[in-house]
T-cell receptor, first 113, second 118 residues
Framework: GQQLNQSPQSMFIQEGEDVSMNCTSSSIFNTWLWYKQDPGEGPVLLIALYKAGELTSNGRLTAQFGITRKDSFLNISASIPSDVGIYFCAGRVPNQAGTALIFGKGTTLSVSS | DARVTQTPRHKVTEMGQEVTMRCQPILGHNTVFWYRQTMMQGLELLAYFRNRAPLDDSGMPKDRFSAEMPDATLATLKIQPSEPRDSAVYFC????????????????FGPGTRLTVL
């Protein structure tokens, strides 16, 4: 079945630094999504990407849908303490019945001030 | 504001007991998903419904788990009998989906039910 490899597994950075994380898949996706999960809460959608090569920003967050359709990255610029959490990528395989997503294992981000 | 609600938020029970988790999807959403999250496995899809009909429940242990949507405003996930290995956080998510590879309103997650089976 499809697999998503998300890296790095965890990151420890200083406030103000930029962050980059990525996901690669064994299959072509027609959708890439990035979610953030705070402790004790459900994942919250940050950015959705629907076209190969698409680059989308949401405040200090920027994500891109890879040209090969098998990868995506998320960048966070000028990190702040509230960026702490677990970031998940998720993808949707085209031509499959339904709209189920495949999730990566997550990147845990720690920010020290 | 519109959000997915889940009850209970926390549940502690003993092995062998029945557990029922409830979810109210966002009004107007026609697709409901149940996920289980553990440290080891991450987010796993258990089952999902569109227009109240089950589309896929292959991720769910059939012998003890069951998922239903009695109406458009309520989805339930039941475990009977529960086992310690069922301890996890269970999330419900809802979305608005059009068929034939049409437009998707992406999945919005509830706050989860943290289940502990002793």
């Amino acid at each position: 079945g499809q697999q998503l490899n998300q890296s790095p597994q965890s990151m420890f950075i200083q406030e103000g630094e930029d962050v980059s994380m990525n996901c690669t898949s064994s299959s072509i996706f027609n959708t890439w999504l990035w979610y953030k999960q705070d402790p004790g809460e459900g994942p919250v959608l940050l950015i959705a990407l629907y076209k190969a090569g698409e680059l989308t920003s949401n405040g200090r967050l920027t994500a891109q849908f890879g040209i090969t359709r098998k990868d995506s990255f998320l960048n966070i610029s000028a990190s702040i303490p509230s960026d702490v959490g677990i970031y998940f990528c998720a993808g949707r395989v085209p031509n499959q019945a339904g709209t189920a997503l495949i999730f990566g294992k997550g990147t845990t981000l720690s920010v020290s001030s | 504001d519109a959000r997915v609600t889940q009850t209970p938020r926390h549940k502690v029970t003993e092995m062998g007991q029945e557990v029922t988790m409830r979810c109210q999807p966002i009004l107007g959403h026609n697709t409901v998903f149940w996920y289980r999250q553990t440290m080891m496995q991450g987010l796993e899809l258990l089952a999902y419904f569109r227009n109240r009909a089950p589309l896929d429940d292959s991720g769910m242990p059939k012998d003890r788990f069951s998922a239903e949507m009695p109406d458009a405003t309520l989805a339930t996930l039941k475990i009977q009998p529960s086992e310690p290995r069922d301890s996890a956080v269970y999330f419900c998510a809802s979305g608005l989906t059009r068929t034939q590879e049409g437009v998707y309103n992406e999945q919005f997650f509830g706050p989860g039910t943290r289940l502990t089976v002793l």
